[in-house]
């Protein structure tokens, strides 16, 4: 093995996985910084450790491959509060941090904080590199950890509050797996009996609908999927994180269920006898706090992690697999292919009632500019293969509700950190240079994060960032902003290009200009802040209405 210093090993093994790009503040692990430069890293420094968070987060869900951020010591509970995201997303984020010296522990030293258990509420592994010898092993496993079962983040504690333990010498190992190079790592086939089981409860149900979860995006199962649903004629709806896996105009989409939803899915979700949730962890908000399906409802669940079966929905099939992989199976054991033109008589009329109600509001000239009219402005304007990142709150109900995509198109969202959909949008492009990249939030979650408007001017970080500015943060009753900032100019200020509309008529122009702009571009919507966006429906058993 040869004999180098932790610092040039870190440089080598990043080339060796892949990686492209690291996030970070300054100051980290200095010397490593300098070998990246040798092997063509590309180092991004932000302005805050959450940020570099969120844009590793964006990095690793826009490439399929970890994402890589970095801080010292003094900024890890920052850095540990960005990863919160991405441990609720279950996106493969590798934080790298400063850490504790034995010397100055328990001494009062400056900047110095037992913060080290912080990190255990959002990773899948939090290890401590106590030795030089130790940091191959263990970033080797950290990148084994993150890509496999379940994606999430996983953290690694340097010695020394920069991380100066990188500075030493050892012999290192230069094997690195190309299997933890990308997500899903492994992908384990469900037994062939519950295989058997699961199509032949699929097959005698009269109202079956599959419901999609990350965990297929993750395991990129939406060819699979649609196949599946076509040969059984089952309806489709996606959660928020699998929005693009089933296109909407597909004849089987119901679109977006739960709590951030489209009436249309819920209404079908709850109509239906026999639920297949296909890599979704039945969570509240897919469900819209477990009423949708209501508790009791026949269910049937995939997922790659076994703990996560029948956690919310007792499964009377439990499919323990790889979701692609499985649906593989699942396609081969179709025998008969059931017709359910009542079913999905009924569930299509759900879809087109709703489009039908939408559809005044989503061509609105009100000014200030409705977010229904934004929402079908982005839809009709999006590029074939682009990418799409929504904030949460405002940004992500109004892009579930009044923004369908087509085939090709990508759609990245927050999991539930205001703020975070700038950065990741930045994160994004560089996973995704030569494709367009577009984020969408509020003023509120713009603010968040507004000084990397810098930051993606320096790295040439080409994004294109939808702000719709009600000036309220979406809460106009308790909250209102000064309504003399101009986002664009203060985009204009720091190295980007911004554009400002007050009419709808003219949205379509300025998106246009701000993506043939050759720099970061922000276009920046004046919104109607009395709009708000309808919660999910529940049946009026439920509601009391």
Known sequence: MPRMTGSRYFAEAMKGYGVTHLFYVNTIVPPAMLEMDKVGVTRVITHGEKAAAYMADGYARASRRPGICLCQDIGTTNLAAGLRDAHMAGSPVIAITGGQNDQPRYRHA???????????GVTKANYSVDTVDR???????????????????????????AGQMLE?????????????THFPAFRPEAEPSAVKAAVAALTEAAKPIIVVGGGAVSSGAGAEIIKFAEMMSIPIATSLHAKA?????????????????????????????????????TGGQVTNGWQIPKIGTRTIQ??????????????????HGDARITLQKLIAAVDAQPRRAEWLEQVRGYVSDYWAECEPLRNSDAVPIRPERIGKELEEWLPADATLVTDTFHATLWTAQMTRLKAGQNYVRCAGSLGWAFPATLGAKAALPNKPVIGFTGDAGFYYHMAELETAARMHLNV???VNNNYSGGVAETAKFDASVNLAKVADSMGCVGFRVEKPADIRKALDKALAAGRPALVELLGDAAIRAKRGWVPPAISGE
């Open 245 to 281: 896996l089933v296109p909407d105009g597909h004849p089987l989409a119901v679109g977006v269920p739960g709590s951030y939803s489209r009436w249309c899915a819920n209404m079908a979700v709850a109509a239906s006898d026999l639920v297949f949730f296909v890599g979704s962890r």
């Open 135 to 161: 940091f191959g092993d263990l970033l080797r496993q950290a990148f084994r950890v993150s890509t496999s079962g379940a994606p999430g983040p996983v953290h690694l504690a340097l010695r020394g509050n």
């Open 302 to 319: 995939l997922d790659i992690d076994p703990e996560e079966l029948g956690r919310n929905y007792p499964n009377i099939v439990s499919l």
């Open 464 to 466: 294109v960032m939808v």
């Open 168 to 180: 030493r010498e050892a012999d290192f190992d230069l094997v690195f797996e190309q299997r933890f």
């Open 110 to 120: 400056y900047q110095n904080a037992e913060d080290f258990t912080a990190w255990d």
